[in-house]
């Protein structure tokens, strides 16, 4: 079933150019530009902690103190698995009334290098686990603040961290603005590539801003399965298998005793089987090419731990011919309790077809599956490759000038995206030509950065009191 069809995410279709821009400036008397800029957290706030106290509930009990373990960290750390509760927050905020596909997770780090299938180096967004049809503000909402959390661990000052969140948003908003005016189908087609972010970092940053990019670039295409297999594997009996590394790696023969192993691995064939019936026809005949030699449980990331995350080393022509896939668990999104549930039965296919619509391309293996587990518990996933030439960014090692380069980026990508799916015109006419909602959006990212260090000192103090478990392990 279908989830909301894109002609339904806009807010008159076929409408003119002419009508759709009038919808655009009428919704800015509904709810000025101006009055994005403020966050105020209400007197009846949910527990932040017990928000995430809910999603630990469904998740694998022994990895749940790992999670706390990397929320504590740091702000910025919280802050990448607090999307459920800066949903929450966002829902109290004000909206335009415009939807388009959300990421739904669109802090700075979930935009990377990614590989095209035609094997170009892209930038894009790489996260969609939370992705539903909302109000396309709270992306540039939660993209904003993630700027400002992380200028903030850098030391940068009120001016810089302004400076940073304006030349995002204001790159959003232009970029609007322009897919407002594009074809439809040259719309669909636009693209950055790491051609054109060498081009991009000529006219904005110094020399060795660009040699970083340069390397940064090169390293993200050594990023693939041979490389996986390097890292991850070892030689047990002449085969190569699933080097165990635990607890953030662990080979299934680890985990269970040999009956329920033997059925889990039955269940995972079946898993690769049954999941190539949602890639074309010529991406099954390639996946049918390579066989399951081993499974791991692997922990990934911060907000994600704790779901079950599977690889699954794959081998084609001989035992040098590698393939790592990953089977990542699909819940809920955090925004369906705000925006409605997905009409899209399996959390997976939410998850995959969110990520096709608003990436410019995707992963050739993307996909999805619902599994019966051994518990006796139906789980949804969607898989994908483990690693395709992806690259990174690293605030840490960010000045100001090569961050607000990075944000503008981020926001020319984030507006292709909702481009594709949200009615393009009335938000570039709503946006306008003025700064605006840039302005408001550096008032709201400052603010919500507060509550951000509010919420994470609550997580410090739950952890120094016994509510909560925490075990500090590096990040994978």
């Known amino acids: 079933m279908p989830q909301k069809s894109t002609t339904a995410l806009r807010s008159a279709p076929h409408a003119t150019p002419e009508e759709r821009a009038s919808l655009g400036k009428e919704a800015r008397r509904r709810s000025p530009r101006s009055g994005h800029a403020v966050y105020e957290p209400p007197p009846d706030r949910p527990d932040p902690l017990k928000i995430l106290e809910a999603q630990s509930a469904t998740r694998v009990p022994e990895l749940v103190p790992i999670r706390y373990g990397r929320m504590m960290e740091s702000p910025f750390r919280f802050y990448r698995g607090a999307a459920a509760i800066m949903a929450s927050d966002l829902a109290a905020t004000p909206r335009s009334g415009f939807t388009a596909q959300l990421c739904g997770d669109a802090h700075m780090l979930n935009f990377r290098l990614l590989a095209s299938p035609e094997r170009q180096l892209m930038f894009d967004i790489n996260d969609f686990d939370e992705t539903?049809?909302?109000?396309?503000?709270?992306?540039?909402?939660?993209?904003?603040?993630?700027?400002?959390?992380?200028?903030?661990?850098?030391?940068?000052?009120?001016?810089?961290?302004?400076?940073?969140?304006?030349r995002t948003v204001r790159s959003y908003r232009e970029a609007m603005i322009r897919f407002a005016g594009m074809r439809t189908i040259d719309v669909w087609y636009a693209k950055i590539d790491a051609e054109r972010l060498e081009l991009l970092a000529t006219d904005r940053l110094h020399k060795r801003g660009r040699k970083n990019l340069t390397r940064a670039i090169e390293k993200a295409r050594g990023r693939d399965s041979l490389q996986a297999f390097d890292r991850l594997t070892e030689t047990v009996h002449g085969r190569p298998m699933i080097a165990a590394d635990p607890p953030l790696l662990v080979?299934?023969?680890?985990?269970?005793?040999?009956?329920?192993?033997?059925?889990?691995?039955?269940?995972f064939r079946g898993l690769i089987e049954r999941y190539g019936s949602t890639l074309s026809s010529d991406r099954r005949t390639l996946l049918s090419d390579y066989r399951l030699a081993d499974v791991a449980r692997k922990v990934v990331g911060v907000g994600s731990v704790g779901?079950?995350?599977?690889?699954?080393?794959?081998?084609?022509?001989?035992d040098q011919d590698p393939l790592f896939l990953q089977a990542k668990?699909?819940?809920?999104?955090?925004?369906?309790?705000?925006?409605?549930?997905?009409?899209?039965?399996?959390?997976?296919?939410?998850?995959?077809?969110?990520?096709?619509?608003m990436q410019a391309t995707s992963d050739i293996f993307l996909g999805w599956e619902r599994v019966d587990g051994i518990d006796g518990r139906k789980?949804?996933?969607?898989?994908?490759?483990?690693?395709?030439?992806?690259?990174?960014?690293?605030?840490?090692?960010?000045?100001?000038?090569?961050?607000?380069?990075?944000?503008?980026?981020?926001?020319?990508?984030?507006?292709?995206?909702?481009?594709?799916?949200?009615?393009?015109?009335?938000?570039?006419?709503?946006l306008g030509s003025g700064d605006s909602f840039d302005r408001a959006l550096a008032t709201f990212a400052e603010a919500y950065a507060d509550q951000n260090e509010r919420d994470h000192q609550a997580l410090v103090d739950a952890v120094a009191a016994g509510r909560l478990p925490a075990e500090e392990l590096p990040t994978s």
């Open 379 to 430: 789980r949804d996933f969607y898989v994908r490759q483990l690693r395709d030439w992806k690259g990174i960014a690293l605030p840490e090692t960010m000045n100001p000038r090569r961050m607000r380069a990075f944000g503008e980026v981020c926001g020319v990508t984030l507006a292709r995206a909702h481009a594709r799916s949200g009615d393009r015109i009335a938000i570039a006419a709503y």
């Open 307 to 318: 779901t079950r995350c599977w690889i699954f080393l794959l081998l084609g022509r001989d």
């Open 251 to 267: 080979p299934v023969a680890d985990l269970l005793p040999d009956v329920e192993r033997h059925a889990l691995e039955r269940q």
């Open 132 to 166: 539903l049809p909302g109000p396309w503000e709270w992306d540039v909402k939660r993209l904003s603040a993630s700027f400002v959390i992380a200028a903030r661990a850098n030391g940068f000052d009120d001016t810089e961290r302004a400076r940073i969140v304006r």
């Open 329 to 357: 668990e699909a819940d809920t999104s955090v925004l369906a309790a705000h925006v409605g549930a997905s009409t899209y039965r399996n959390q997976g296919e939410r998850v995959v077809s969110g990520q096709r619509l």
